[in-house]
């Protein structure tokens, strides 16, 4: 089963976008998009069991939109890999999350995918 998160036009380039799939009360999930590339993770930082690392709605990235940032930690971490360079947790890793992107632009994910 897959679940639709947005269209790739409703995700600018060089933004970062997080989802609740199947009716989560907070974003599971985030997308990270650079150019063509569409890169998934769970809303999660390695540090303390899994905390969300946005300080508010979609505010994954740091403030020159080159890495990902948990803000409550200050935890970096490479928006292609996921693993950590900066803070508490270098060396560990963010979880992927399988993205799609189908011919009509629309991402999605497999209901493995989301963490709930």
Known sequence: ????????EELPDGAARGFGPRGA???TLFVVRRGDDVRGWLDACPHVDGAPLAWRKDAYLSADG????????GAVF??????CT????VGQSLTP????????????????AINE
């Open 1 to 8: 089963m897959r679940t639709y998160l947005c269209t790739v």
């Open 25 to 27: 009360s907070r974003d």
């Open 66 to 73: 080159q890495s990902i940032v948990c803000y409550g930690h």
């Open 78 to 83: 490479d928006i292609d890999t996921g693993f």
């Open 86 to 89: 900066k803070g508490p947790c």
């Open 97 to 112: 999350v399988m993205v799609e992107r189908d011919a009509a632009g629309a991402l999605w994910t497999s209901a493995s």
